[in-house]
């Protein structure tokens, strides 16, 4: 049996942080991963450029049944501590909208950054490693298909359940479980909406556009481009939307969210336009758009022709477009997971278990989730920051 200070399961965003951190206190540290290269999620995030970071970051990016389990983390490792990092290391980042930060050049250089750090303060890697099984005696003893391991801290990094494609499964909750700490309900988040077979037949005919559109779902609004797919909606709004709706929610569109609609179609009568309503919002928006839209929801007729309550309710209608997803795709498509192991289990100083010392957890695996815009990681590096400062 090989005996390490520290042993992280899971060589991803909060895994490698941590596991940097850990080996700098003069701890020797072992990283396991069944995957064959580390850092896989990191080379897909952001399109392959990682969106990083976001330099305006606050605990209200995150969802979590305690909200302010994340406050700690994030004031002792801010978006200018990891900047410190990348420009240590040379790599080039350029901020886009809303002070998302991004490689200039790929998410390659920060997995290549993580994995100079770890060899510099001594840490293993062993990738395409199996974990068999994790018990706990005086010390956690992790067997596994590369042999025995055995440590005094025991960090579970394994992130969430979305993309099993590049790696991810559900090992870290059923860790959590078999030591008797709660889970969260989990389910994809940051995911494309299906539309319910209704709606499907009505709009599935919109495939490829696109619209600049304001989105409300339990109090939350989002503004920002939406597209339409052959089974639903997506782009980035519909995505940040995703995370707040349930089963059943109805979201509310504003299709025109600049455009005072209700003043136009006024103007219009007022001129005794013959203009045919869907004619006339095909102006504003793509016409097979407004064509459909119509024919679905109001009797598209010269402009002139409808009185004046008529357009105040249609302009409501336009700016309060109602639509119930039939459900949302699944973690095949999620770009996070929503829900984890339960914060009242965890100290939000160290990420260890209350319950079981020297259990610690990081990243996505724990139920903190972050809005589409560099938060996600930026909690996997802040996570990974703290736990490597206690395991
Ligand atoms: C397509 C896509 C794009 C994204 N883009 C962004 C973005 O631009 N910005 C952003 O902030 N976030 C983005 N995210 C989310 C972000 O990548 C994750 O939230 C973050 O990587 C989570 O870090 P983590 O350390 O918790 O887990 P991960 O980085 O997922 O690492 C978990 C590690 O555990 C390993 N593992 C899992 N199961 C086992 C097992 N049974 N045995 C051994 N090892 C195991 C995995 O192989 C992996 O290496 C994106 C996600 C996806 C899917």
Known sequence: MIKKDVIIIGAGASGMMCAVESG??????????????????????????????NINISHTNFISNNPHFCKSALSRFTPDDFISLLEKHGVKYEEREEGQLFCAKSSEEIIRMLENESNDV???????????DVKKEDSFIV??????????????????????????????YNIAKQFGLKVTE???????????QKDLKIFGDLSGISIDAAIKCNKMEFRGSILFTHRGLSGPTILQVSSYWKEGDTIVIDLLPEIDIYGIF??????????????????????RLAKIWCDSNIQSKPVNQYNEKELRKIA??????????????????????????????????????R???????TGEVIDVTGQLGGYNLHWAWASGFVAGQYA
């Open 355 to 361: 319950k079981i010392k020297g259990l610690y957890f």
């Open 186 to 196: 989990i389910k994809p988040a940051l995911v494309p909406f299906i539309f319910s």
């Open 266 to 287: 006024i103007e219009k009568q007022q001129s005794k336009s013959k203009i045919d309503m869907h004619n006339l919002l095909s102006q504003y928006m793509p016409s």
């Open 316 to 353: 409501h209608m336009v700016h309060n477009w109602e639509i119930k997803p039939g459900s949302t795709e699944d973690f095949k498509t999620a770009e996070v997971t929503l829900g984890g192991i339960d914060t009242n289990e965890l100290s939000s100083k160290t990420m260890e278990s």
């Open 143 to 172: 067997s596994t298909d590369n042999g025995i391991f055995s440590s005094e801290s025991l960090v579970i990094a394994t992130g969430g359940l979305s993309y099993p494609q590049v790696g991810a499964s559900g090992i870290g």
């Open 122 to 132: 001594g840490v293993n890697i062993i990738l395409n490693c199996q974990v068999l």
């Open 24 to 53: 700098k206190r003069g701890h020797s540290v072992l990283i396991l991963d069944h995957a064959e290269k580390t850092g896989k999620k990191i080379r897909i995030s952001g399109g392959g450029s990682c969106n990083f970071t």
